[in-house]
């Protein structure tokens, strides 16, 4: 839970890639680096810590800074050495303590707590906690204390840190490459399926089908839903334009511009059959805000608003080439006579292919042919002549 909510503060705040990616680091080892009590071990030094996450110390530091301001870790004790507990030379000489290492522990904010989570998913961890709470008094394993057959595929941990392990990888995905390596005896060959426009609206039942697809497809959070049931979830949203990109901001973002936390937050340690029953009074509760259960919208998709400023634009440019032109026929005193111009079959004819004029020798190329030839037998005739008078063979 601690680990949700602090991935959740990092994505609220919309900074750079590099820096999203290193405080999930960031958190993902301090989760690690803490104990039972959700203090961190002892031994905890930031020059370790900043070697296990991999960014410099500089990076650590304001990584602590920002996450003491969100409220997600508190001080125990400082860390401190020698020269800043002591002020003259006898103290630090008579100081046996040596370098003392900062202790942090862990915290939940309740007013985060209450906006992410729902009350019945509250409920249902509040209970899974409590039963954990009650597995540690009589195990002595450290925090986290338990141990799964699978590690979870995603690298956002979704369920309460307690049932957690190192992620990964999920492994079953690989687990039929080996059996079959190579091509196979009785391949069949298939078309690639076209898959629904993530920009275009769905206008039948068989379109809205498609479109619930893709919306699928894209989002693997809906994994435990039909495509039947997402098409009877966005019947409203479908039936006034919607497409597959507009139902993904309105799953993500309010009308007034705040963004939501995942749909999925708190459900990955509910049984199946309520996890469906919240993901979908999530998913519908999400989208009210948007087009309320008489299909009236209550603010327009945002397909729409860029549609109605791509035609506002066209009809701007259109009325500037008029104005162009009135201009350019008032400064030539009249209509101004433009050269016929082909259509577009025309233009998109392929061209003739042109009439190839054989090329022949004309005279100037004849003529210098002969100069040539005579030059070569008035040099040949010339050395025959050097040859008979002084002697010799040729």
Not at 127 to 134: G, H, K, P, S, Y
Not at 261 to 285: E, M, N, Q, V, W
């Amino acid at each position: 839970m601690w680990l949700d909510l602090g991935f959740h503060l990092v994505d609220g705040e919309c900074r750079r890639a590099h820096w999203t990616a290193n405080t999930r680091r960031f958190l993902w080892q301090l989760a690690l680096n803490l104990g039972a009590d959700r203090v961190t071990l002892p031994g905890f030094t930031w020059e370790k810590f900043a070697a296990e996450v991999g960014v410099s110390l500089r990076t650590i530091s304001d990584r602590f800074t920002w996450a003491r301001r969100a409220g997600l870790i508190g001080v125990v004790t400082p860390g401190s050495t020698p020269e800043s507990r002591n002020r003259t030379k006898e103290e630090r000489e008579a100081d046996t303590l040596g370098h003392l290492a900062g202790e942090y522990v862990a915290i939940v904010p309740d007013d985060l707590l209450a906006a992410l989570y729902e009350a019945d998913a509250l409920d249902a961890v509040a209970v899974r906690e409590a039963e954990l709470d009650a597995q540690a008094l009589d195990e002595e394993h450290p925090w986290p204390c338990e141990t799964l057959s699978e590690r979870p595929t995603f690298y956002l941990v979704k369920a309460p840190v307690d049932e957690t392990c190192v992620p990964a990888v999920d492994l079953k995905v690989f687990t039929d490459l080996g059996r079959h390596a190579g091509p196979r005896e009785a391949s069949v060959i298939t078309e690639p399926t076209p898959s629904w426009p993530s920009t275009v609206s769905a206008t039948t039942r068989a379109d809205a089908l498609r479109l619930c697809e893709r919306l699928k497809t894209d989002n693997g959070l809906f994994k435990d839903l039909s495509v039947r049931d997402l098409r009877s979830l966005t019947r409203h949203e479908v039936t006034t334009g919607a497409t597959v990109r507009d139902i993904e901001h309105a799953l993500n973002v309010r009308p007034g511009g705040d963004r939501w936390g995942s749909i999925t937050d708190g459900l990955g340690s509910l049984p199946k059959s309520a996890r469906i029953r919240i993901l979908r009074s999530r998913f519908r509760a999400r989208l009210n805000l948007w087009c309320d259960d008489d299909g009236q919208l209550t603010q327009p998709w945002p397909s729409q608003i860029a549609a109605a400023a791509a035609a506002r634009r066209r009809a701007d440019q259109a009325a500037w080439r008029a104005s162009q032109e009135v201009m350019r026929r008032a400064a030539a005193g009249g209509p101004i006579p433009l050269e016929p111009q082909m259509s577009r079959a025309e233009a998109l004819a392929p061209c003739p292919p042109e009439a190839t004029v054989p090329v022949t020798p004309n005279e100037a190329f004849r003529q210098a042919v002969e100069a040539q030839r005579a030059r070569v037998r008035a040099e040949q005739a010339e050395r025959r002549a050097y040859l008979s008078r002084y002697g010799g063979t040729t």
